[in-house]
C-alpha cells in the first residue's frame, strides 16, 4: 500500500509542472467577427449576403483552430462574453472601446483580447470586349479584407491594429475551375473553406507574432531550434531574419516603452516542422543564439 502511495504522490510530482505551464499560456478573447455597418448596408443582393455570412461562419471556427494550434494561448469561450456583449455596441458594429475592453477582462480574465471587422467584400465578374473584334474576356475581382486588433484587458489600450486581406492571387487554382457565364461571382463551398483558412492564418500568424515572437531555443553549429511548430505559422522553405534583444526602448515623448531593440545578427532557413518545434538551417550568422527574435523575411 505504501509503495502504491508513493507513486501516486511522484505522478501527483510531474503532473504539477504541466499544470503550471498551462496556466502560464495568455489568456485570449475572440469576440465574433462582424462586417461594418457600412459594408452590410452596401450589398443589396440576398445571395451575396449569404455568400459573406457563410464565409464569416467558417472564419469563426477556423480562427478559432487557427490560434488554438500555435499553443501560445488559452482561448476564452465566447459564451463567457455574452453578459458584456450584450450590452454593448458589439453586436451591431463590431467595435470595441476602451471601457468595454476592461469590462470583458475582468468577467473572463483574459489578459487580451481579440476582434476583427470586415470592411472590405466584393466578389463579381467583369467582361471586357475587345473593339474590332467581337471577341471579350472575363476576369473575376474577388477582394476580402479584415481589420484586427488586440486590446490589453488590464488598461483597454489597443496593443496592435493590422489589416488583412485576399483575393483573386491566392485561389487561382480553384478559380480556373469556375464558369464565368453569371453576371456575379458566386464562390464554390471550396473557395470559401479556402478563404476562411487563408485569413485565419494570417491573423492567427501575426497574433503569435505580436505578443510571443518565434525565438531560438537551440543552436547547434549551422542549425537552430525554434519554438514554432505545426499550426504556428511556419512551414518547409521560409525564410527569417534573427535578432538579438537589446535594451528596452521609452518613448521620450509619452514615456511608453516601444519594446527592445532589436539588432539583425543573422538569417535563417526552416527545413523541417515538427509538432512543437521547428528546426532551421543557418544562412547568415554574426551572432545568433539562444533567446533571439525571429522575424519572418519579405
Not at 464565409?55 to 476564452?76: M, P
Request: charged content about 30%; glycine content about 8%.
Amino acid at each position: 500500500m505504501k509503495k502504491y502511495f508513493s507513486l501516486i504522490v511522484l505522478a501527483g510530482a510531474l503532473a504539477l509542472p504541466m499544470i503550471g505551464a498551462a496556466q502560464d499560456k495568455a489568456t485570449l478573447a475572440i469576440l465574433s467577427i462582424k462586417p461594418i455597418p457600412s459594408l452590410v448596408a452596401s450589398i443589396k443582393s440576398p445571395d451575396k449576403k449569404l455568400e459573406m455570412d457563410r464565409i464569416l461562419e467558417s472564419l469563426d471556427g477556423q480562427l478559432i483552430d487557427r490560434i488554438n494550434s500555435t499553443r501560445k494561448f488559452q482561448i476564452v469561450s465566447r459564451s463567457d462574453l455574452k453578459e458584456v456583449i450584450k450590452e454593448q455596441d458589439f453586436d451591431s458594429s463590431g467595435n470595441v472601446d476602451q471601457k468595454t475592453a476592461v469590462e470583458i477582462g475582468k468577467l473572463t480574465g483574459a489578459k487580451d483580447i481579440l476582434t476583427a471587422t470586415v470592411d472590405d467584400f466584393q466578389d463579381y465578374v467583369e467582361t471586357a470586349t475587345f473593339e474590332g473584334t467581337g471577341r471579350s474576356a472575363t476576369k473575376r475581382v474577388f477582394r476580402f479584407s479584415i481589420v484586427g486588433k488586440i486590446y490589453e484587458s488590464s488598461t483597454g489600450k489597443l496593443l496592435e491594429s493590422a489589416n488583412f486581406q485576399t483575393g483573386n492571387d491566392e485561389f487561382k487554382q480553384i478559380q480556373q475551375e469556375r464558369n464565368y457565364s453569371v453576371k456575379d461571382g458566386e464562390l464554390s463551398d471550396e473557395m470559401m473553406v479556402a478563404v476562411s483558412r487563408s485569413l485565419a492564418e494570417k491573423i492567427a500568424t501575426h497574433i503569435a507574432d505580436v505578443i510571443f515572437p518565434a525565438k531560438v531555443l537551440i543552436k547547434r553549429d549551422d542549425t537552430v531550434t525554434i519554438n514554432r511548430g505545426e499550426g504556428g505559422g511556419v512551414k518547409e522553405g521560409d525564410v527569417f531574419n534573427v535578432f538579438a534583444l537589446g535594451e528596452e526602448m521609452i518613448d521620450p515623448d509619452t514615456k511608453e516603452s516601444l519594446g527592445r531593440e532589436e539588432v539583425k545578427v543573422g538569417k535563417v532557413k526552416i527545413s523541417q516542422v515538427n509538432p512543437k518545434t521547428s528546426v532551421a538551417s543557418v544562412l547568415e550568422d554574426t551572432g545568433i543564439s539562444q533567446g533571439a527574435v525571429l522575424r519572418k523575411a519579405k
